[in-house]
């Protein structure tokens, strides 16, 4: 025991690594604001070219041909449109997307969120919520009702808007300060509103670039997209390196429980919970 703490307190460290863990991008205050309300605003994490990138991204995502075993697009039923199918949302991007990949597992994103868990972070999925024109809200959940608590005690997601987000078509809506509470209803089940008066959500609308860290027991909700153009956010979630790499795993399980479109059997009703 002795002699293998010895061995790891000499190990040459990576140079990299070193100004990994060093640099700091959030102010203490800003740390402490993320403990208090459970989530933190960044205006303009990515700069104006950044966006474009990803804005072009979002396209080659969504021109990638659906096949089963890969990234994962699911679609909604138009609240505009009855009877049409529209793109909601994808997940599963970042091993099929070089740019996303280096965006979400290298540099400022995931230093960030190491700062906010206080140690090191692994990416534990990753998606874009297209909410297209007539697509749906979500009702007010905890992303840990999703079952995330089988993989990890805690996950920090962070949310980087792609297009402009506003009530109208859907931002985001937070309830600062409520995540301290644990568990506010039951797993796979949307929050009752009703039996939680003291939950106060505020809108968190969003330009292109922002950017918001969040835990998975935020309560946090939307409405439709009623504008004329989509609402696409990047959201990526991540856990305490210490407590291992669940994503392979999440996402055998979700394939099996919920799967994209694509791998759905004819004839079978899938259900979205939370
Ligand atoms: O994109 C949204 O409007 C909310 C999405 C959300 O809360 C979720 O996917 O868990
Ligand atoms: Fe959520």
Not at 14 to 37: D, G, I
Request: one cysteine or more; charged letters at 30%.
């Amino acid at each position: 025991m002795i002699r293998l703490r010895h061995v790891a307190a000499c190990a040459p460290r990576h140079p990299l690594h070193e100004e990994k863990m060093t640099k700091r991008y959030f102010r203490e205050s800003e740390v402490e604001e993320f403990r208090r309300s459970g989530y933190l605003v960044v205006p303009q994490l990515l700069r104006p070219a950044q966006v474009s990138e990803l804005e072009r991204w979002a396209q080659e995502l969504v021109a990638l041909p659906e096949v089963p075993g890969r990234h994962m697009v699911y679609y909604e039923d138009s609240l505009r449109e009855p009877g049409r199918r529209v793109p909601s949302r994808v997940e599963n991007v970042c091993p099929y997307h070089g740019g996303f990949d280096r965006l979400l597992r290298e540099g400022e994103v995931p230093a960030r969120v190491s700062e906010l868990f206080g140690e090191p972070a692994v990416l534990f999925k990753d998606k874009i919520n297209f909410k297209m024109p007539g697509g749906d809200g979500f009702r007010a959940h905890q992303d840990v009702q999703a079952g995330w608590d089988a993989y990890a005690s805690l996950h920090i997601s962070v949310l980087v808007s792609i297009d402009e987000a506003t009530l109208e078509n859907g931002c985001l809506e937070l309830a600062p300060g409520a995540h301290t509470r644990s568990l506010l209803g039951e797993m796979w089940k949307p929050l009752d509103e009703r039996a939680l008066p003291h939950i106060r959500f505020e809108p968190c609308p969003s330009r292109p670039g922002d950017a918001v860290f969040f835990d998975s027991y935020v309560p946090h909700r939307s409405g439709p997209n009623q504008t004329d153009r989509p609402r696409r956010v990047l959201y990526a979630t991540y856990n305490r390196l210490s407590e291992g790499d669940h994503r392979a795993r999440y996402y055998a399980d979700k394939r099996k429980s919920y799967p994209p479109d694509c791998e759905r059997e004819p004839g079978k009703q899938y259900v979205f919970r939370v």
